[in-house]
T-cell receptor
Framework: GQNIDQPTEMTATEGAIVQINCTYQ??????LFWYQQHAGEAPTFLSY????GLEEKGRFSSFLSRSKGYSYLLLKELQMKDSASYLC???????????FGTGTLLAVQP | DSGVTQTPKHLITATGQRVTLRCSPR?????VYWYQQSLDQGLQFLIH???????AKGNILERFSAQQFPDLHSELNLSSLELGDSALYFC????????????FGDGTRLSIL
């Protein structure tokens, strides 16, 4: 079957670094996506990994290990506006659809 | 602004009724996806259309149907509405039909009274 798992909530301090983990299981795999979603708003695309390794984009980086079914999103120099839900999703190959995790609600404290 | 337009932003109706949600994808995008997001369930994939044809189906109820028109806009029809259908409905679009970043509209908040 297909499933995806990420922590429900995390708390971090302004200016710090936080790592949000995501594990998944699927027989077909075409890529791993991370989205940011503020409450009541649309998800916003952050990053996409299709090969193993680290993709860096400003303060945000995403890592993928296909053999371990594991990804993480790294947020550096945290700002209060980074308080949001972070959604991990994989593209399930032949099923041709994105399977989303339930999201990790990140609270950034002063 | 993602470039994906959804109307209406809010919809309030009663049980048993039927509603239509509309989505215009970003210019140049051929794929349209529909998702349902409720408080306790996260983002659930409903259906995917590519250039007018259905490509993939998720947990879409038989009371729900969708289509994509020649101008690539899409409509999601929800009928015989139940209280449990209250949710945020998002449309997303992408350029192709495979594993590409999807860009989401602002959603339609549907409230069933």
């Amino acid at each position: 079957g297909q499933n995806i798992d990420q922590p429900t909530e995390m708390t971090a301090t302004e200016g710090a670094i936080v790592q949000i983990n995501c594990t998944y299981q699927t027989s077909g795999f075409n890529g791993l996506f991370w989205y940011q979603q503020h409450a009541g708003e649309a998800p916003t695309f952050l990053s996409y990994n299709v090969l193993d390794g680290l993709e860096e984009k400003g303060r945000f980086s995403s890592f993928l290990s296909r053999s371990k079914g594991y990804s993480y999103l790294l947020l550096k120099e945290l700002q209060m506006k980074d308080s949001a839900s972070y959604l991990c999703a994989f593209h399930g190959g032949a099923t041709n659809k994105l399977i989303f995790g339930t999201g990790t609600l990140l609270a950034v404290q002063p | 602004d993602s470039g994906v337009t959804q109307t209406p932003k809010h919809l309030i109706t009663a049980t048993g009724q039927r509603v239509t949600l509309r989505c215009s994808p970003r210019s140049g995008d051929l794929s349209v996806y529909w998702y349902q997001q409720s408080l306790d369930q996260g983002l659930q994939f409903l259906i995917h259309y590519y250039n007018g044809e259905e490509r993939a189906k998720g947990n879409i109820l038989e009371r729900f149907s969708a289509q994509q028109f020649p101008d690539l806009h899409s409509e999601l029809n929800l009928s015989s509405l139940e209280l449990g259908d209250s949710a945020l409905y998002f449309c997303a679009s992408s350029e192709g039909g495979g594993a590409q970043p999807q860009h989401f509209g602002d959603g339609t908040r549907l409230s069933i009274l």
